[in-house]
């Protein structure tokens, strides 16, 4: 709910660009269909609300999660960060300094949170996207909607509300010079439907339709949430590389016994070119204690698109990965792929890589990269704690290579259980799969993004905020399960996404989330201040006073 709160904050303050249409039903879409060129939608979701779903028996771990007060501090730190970014985004355009905008649009968050809520975003630009809300609120919430909304509207430059009507229903209007130029709020049974645009408001006006027919302003999915989101367009607005394809995406969340269930469809805008093939997995090097097992294919295509791989000499790239980690000490985690001639190209490897990481990855420019022909090892040196490697791999795995993050040997375990890799065998549509132990995983992901974060020379994150106090909290991890996903081919263009979790996040996934809400843009997403920045800010450098003559 929080990603979706961040999306619409952002359309508050001007970022909300297009896309095209689509339901939040399964898609009918057929493989060679074109996007429409008509007016689409670029976001729509149905929410249940947190206040129906408390006395829901299913997903139980994710309502305890969101029970523990170390939780509620993470929201509300996020909620009052979303509150704060339209008048830090849009300062030029308030007509008062002396509002705080933030108080007024912060209760309107916190409903969005627990009420039952529909909405969507039309348009195809940026400048003509119209957004249309229904919120499901007693009358005494409805009222704080209706005052707060007018202020707001003032605030940003809107003309005096005067009465507006549709559909039957009553309610106000105001008007402003720039977009969105419209404003308007009606009461509709018991919903607060609020609409912003540059247009007549037709989205509302239907929404209002549906609302008088049927009392409710959509045909509700089946989940706690459904959403859909066309992410090509939201891409840019949240700092997302544009080099990707980015896909329509179709979501459904939902409690199934303790755990959540979530199913997601992604429509590409292209056939995907991704030359699945039979899986070979390397089952005598991969063994107990497991707490992870990922296996991902179709990357060939990918990685010949990439210029560092051309550069670092791999003419035939890999096209299946597998990685996992292990329990018994931290940074236990390694990956592995087919590499025929390992003794070749390893070398060749080792003696391209410097140029490539200062030509590809300038942040990570740190340490030595050396070759070891004793080991027929790459190995990368002075990293703090850190030793990653590259290597051939051992024993009847031969063909393939060996990479982790600090050199070890793996011990004589029993290989890893047959019911795992039964997951991935077999399946000739599967594109990934990943099981985890999330509760280790999340501990790894935290030591790892904090170790990367070291060796790039960004400023360490604080250590007295609410995301990092979340993640530090035994109470979260002990509720933190097993977390499996796949994801298969449905068509060219279609892929299908399936989860099951504790709460709906994997361990890396949780990592990143309280780093995103720690950042100082948030709901924008801006990479860590470097600490050589940092230091220049803080001690400015004084010039040298000038001699005399």
């Known amino acids: 709910m929080r990603i979706l709160l961040s999306l619409l904050t952002l359309a ?77 985004q849009c300062r030029t355009q308030l007509t008062s300094t002396n509002l705080d905008t933030a108080a007024l649009l912060r209760p309107l968050l916190d409903d969005l949170v627990q009420a039952e809520s529909f909405g969507e975003c039309r348009g195809t630009t940026p400048a003509t996207a119209e957004w249309s809300l229904a919120v499901r609120l007693d009358a005494a919430r409805a009222q704080v909607w209706d005052g707060n909304s007018r202020q707001l509207s003032a605030a940003f430059g809107g003309t005096a509300p005067r009465a507006a009507q549709a559909a039957g229903f009553d309610g106000w209007e105001s008007t402003r010079p720039s977009a969105p130029t419209r404003l308007r709020l009606l009461r509709a049974g018991g919903w607060v439907v609020v609409s912003w645009g540059n247009g007549r408001l037709s989205a509302q006006d239907q929404m209002l339709e549906r609302l008088r027919g049927s009392g409710h302003p959509a045909t509700a999915g ?178 393939f290579v060996l990479a982790g993050v600090f050199p070890t040997t793996l011990t004589n375990q029993p290989p890893g259980p047959p019911e795992l890799f039964s997951q991935v065998l077999d399946r000739t549509n599967l594109v990934y799969y990943d099981w985890e132990i999330t509760q280790n995983r999340l501990q790894d992901w935290r030591s790892l993004i904090s170790l990367y974060s070291m060796v790039a020379g960004y400023v360490p994150p604080p250590t007295n905020s609410a995301a990092y106090r979340w993640l530090m909290d035994t109470n979260l991890v002990s509720h933190l399960g097993n977390a499996a996903t796949e994801v298969t081919v449905v068509n060219p263009r279609v892929l299908a996404v399936t989860r099951t979790s504790s709460v709906g996040f994997t361990g890396l996934e949780l990592a990143l989330l309280a780093r995103w809400v720690d950042s100082p843009t948030f709901p924008a997403y801006r990479a860590p201040e470097l600490i050589s920045q940092w230091r220049q800010r803080r001690h400015p450098a004084t010039p040298p006073p000038r001699l005399g003559p």
């Open 12 to 88: 508050a303050v001007g970022l909300g660009p297009a896309g095209h249409d689509g339901g939040l039903g399964p898609s009918a879409v057929a493989a060679d269909a074109p996007r429409p060129n008509t007016e689409a939608v670029l976001l729509r979701w149905h929410f249940q609300g947190t206040a129906r779903l408390a006395g829901n028996t299913e997903g139980t771990l994710l309502r305890d999660v969101c029970a523990l007060p170390s939780t509620r501090r993470l929201v509300e730190e996020a909620l009052s960060k979303l509150a704060r970014a339209p008048q830090e």
């Open 222 to 399: 089946n989940g706690w949430l459904d959403l859909e989101a066309d992410l090509a367009h939201w891409a840019p607005a949240l700092g997302l590389p544009m080099s990707i394809p980015w896909p329509r995406a179709r979501m459904t969340g939902q409690g199934r016994g303790p755990s959540v269930r979530s199913n997601v469809e992604l429509v590409f805008p292209r056939p995907l070119d991704l030359a699945l093939a039979e899986w070979q997995i390397p089952t005598n090097t991969i063994r107990e204690p497991l707490i992870s097992f990922t296996a991902v294919q179709g990357l060939r295509a990918w990685l010949q698109a990439q210029p560092w791989v051309k550069q670092l000499g791999i003419d035939q790239p890999p096209n299946q990965l597998f990685a996992w980690g292990l329990s018994q000490v931290p940074f236990e985690t390694y990956a592995m792929w087919r590499m025929p001639n390992s003794a070749t190209v390893l070398p060749r490897i080792a003696k391209a890589l410097p140029g490539v990481i200062e030509t590809n990855f300038p942040l990570l420019k740190v340490g030595e990269v050396t070759w070891e022909p004793r080991y027929s090892q790459i190995l990368w040196r002075r990293l703090p704690i850190l030793v990653p490697y590259l290597q051939p791999a051992p024993g009847p795995d031969h063909d």
